[in-house]
Each structure stands twice: as structure tokens, then as C-alpha cells.
């Protein structure tokens, strides 16, 4: 029996680098899946790509009848809603605060925090009346710290930690865990090619080499925590924040010779 025979789960973001993996993923453990995206070709051709148990449906994130929707959709495919990823998120070209427009500001915070925000609003009563489930946040390590020329993207970051506890406290009697991910610097697109503006990609400013696990992350190391913490397994894990970043937090690790 797979882990998710019998469960259907919403992924926002679905078309992207970390979300198409974690459909797949979920997919093959047996899940129906719901993709979530604005990009209606490309979620039309995964939805096709992997054939049964999957729906896909127009999510703009920042939309709250556009997140009802997508719930009722995912309902009434498959009767319920079990598990949902808030994986949607934009980065903001890279730019000192005093030369960040609010129209930027806005943009980002409006689709990496309203945009969970709502998700979650929009999810509990649906994962309630499937007397119970699980949410897990997408956020990163920038919202474990400060980097420069990226205020906007990490103070959204930063807000879904504090959401992310704040829904953990008052859904956990429900029934309904929630909890973050904080992925480092993962080799997807959003991190290796810029944002839209911009001329540099994140990973631009990060070199793997200093880390204790001398590599950029893959979309799978994701995935596979990521399952772990929408199982039955972690069915005692609420409000709680796993980072996974190959030691990018850590510091420079010790460079030794070998023999």
C-alpha cells in the first residue's frame, strides 16, 4: 500500500521546478493530485503527462474565490481534501531597500504571504470536513536570517514562519498539522535563472563549495521531506521548521586535505 492511497492533495505552484517534482512524488505514492498553477499549459500537459488521479486547476494565489475554486475542484474530483502544499512564490530582483518600488514590494508579499494566508484560509474548513489533515508552508532560509537586496522576499518569508505557527495553534485540535519547509539554495529555475527585472539569479551569489554538503540541493531532497512531513509518520510534528540547506546555515565548513 502506498502512503497516500485514497488521499488528495492541492500543490500550488504545481508546474514549477519543486512543485512538478512534488506532484510527481505525491502521484506515485498514490495520491490523487490537484496542480494548482497560473500557467494553464503547462499544467494542462503534466496533468496529461501522468494521466490518472490528477486535475489540474487555475490558482492565482492572491485570489481568494480563485483558492475556492480550486478547493471545491479538488472536492469534487475525489471527495476530499487531505494534504495541502503552499509552494507558489515569486523572488523579487535583487535591489538595496531604497531602491525597491512598492509596486515590487507589493507584488512579492502579495503572492509569498497573502497568497498562504489565504491558502490556508480557504483549505481549513475543507480539511476539517475530511476530519482532519495536513498543510505544510513553503518558506526558505532567507527567512532565518537577513540578505541583502532581497528585503521583500525575505520579510514574506520571514511572516509565513509567524502564520505557520499561529494556524499550527489554532487547527491542531482539528486535527489539521501545519508546518514549513526551508529550502537553501535548490537547482530549479527560480533560483538559477533571474527574476523578472533582473539580471542575476540567486544562485549567482551562493557557491556550494563552502557548505558541509558541497552541492546545490535537487528538487527531490525536497520532495522527500516534504512527504515525510504530509504522512501519517510525523503524525505527531505541529508547528515546527525543518530546514534543509546541504549546511548553508552552518557556516564555511573546515576545508581539510585529504591523503
Known amino acids: 500500500m502506498n502512503r497516500f492511497d485514497n488521499q488528495t492533495v492541492l500543490v500550488t505552484g504545481g508546474t514549477g521546478g519543486q512543485g512538478s517534482s512534488h506532484v510527481r512524488a505525491f502521484h506515485a505514492e498514490g495520491a490523487n493530485v490537484v496542480i494548482?498553477?497560473?500557467?494553464?499549459?503547462?499544467?494542462?500537459?503534466?496533468?496529461?503527462?501522468?494521466?490518472?488521479?490528477?486535475?489540474?486547476?487555475?490558482?492565482?494565489?492572491?485570489d481568494e474565490s480563485s483558492w475556492s475554486a480550486s478547493v471545491q475542484a479538488a472536492e469534487s474530483a475525489f471527495?476530499?481534501?487531505?494534504?495541502?502544499?503552499?509552494?507558489?512564490?515569486?523572488?523579487?530582483?535583487?535591489?538595496?531597500?531604497?531602491?525597491?518600488?512598492?509596486?515590487?514590494?507589493s507584488r512579492i508579499l502579495d503572492i509569498n504571504l497573502t497568497g498562504t494566508f489565504l491558502g490556508l484560509k480557504v483549505a481549513a474548513?475543507?480539511?476539517?470536513?475530511?476530519?482532519?489533515?495536513?498543510?505544510?508552508?513553503?518558506?526558505?532560509?532567507?527567512?532565518?536570517?537577513?540578505?541583502?537586496?532581497?528585503?521583500?522576499?525575505?520579510?514574506?518569508?520571514?511572516?509565513?514562519?509567524?502564520?505557520?505557527?499561529?494556524?499550527?495553534?489554532?487547527?491542531?485540535?482539528?486535527?489539521?498539522?501545519?508546518?514549513?519547509?526551508?529550502p537553501g539554495v535548490i537547482a530549479t529555475p527560480f533560483i538559477q535563472e533571474p527574476a523578472a527585472g533582473a539580471t542575476m539569479a540567486i544562485a549567482d551569489f551562493y557557491s556550494p563549495d563552502p557548505f558541509a554538503i558541497p552541492r546545490l540541493g535537487e528538487p527531490t531532497d525536497v520532495t522527500r521531506l516534504l512527504l515525510f512531513l504530509t504522512s501519517s509518520d510525523a503524525s505527531f510534528i505541529t508547528g515546527s521548521e525543518y530546514v534543509i540547506d546541504g549546511g548553508l546555515l552552518l557556516g564555511p565548513a573546515l576545508q581539510t586535505e585529504t591523503a
Open 36 to 62: 494548482g498553477d497560473i500557467d494553464a499549459e503547462r499544467g494542462a500537459a503534466l496533468a496529461d503527462e501522468l494521466g490518472t488521479r490528477v486535475r489540474f486547476t487555475h490558482l492565482d494565489v492572491t
Open 79 to 105: 471527495g476530499a481534501l487531505n494534504v495541502l502544499v503552499n509552494n507558489a512564490g515569486v523572488q523579487n530582483p535583487p535591489a538595496p531597500i531604497e531602491n525597491t518600488d512598492q509596486a515590487t514590494w
Open 125 to 182: 474548513p475543507a480539511l476539517r470536513r475530511a476530519a482532519g489533515g495536513t498543510i505544510v508552508n513553503i518558506a526558505s532560509t532567507m527567512s532565518l536570517g537577513g540578505t541583502a537586496h532581497y528585503a521583500p522576499y525575505v520579510a514574506s518569508k520571514w511572516a509565513v514562519r509567524g502564520l505557520t505557527r499561529t494556524a499550527a495553534l489554532e487547527l491542531g485540535r482539528d486535527h489539521i498539522r501545519v508546518n514549513t519547509i526551508h
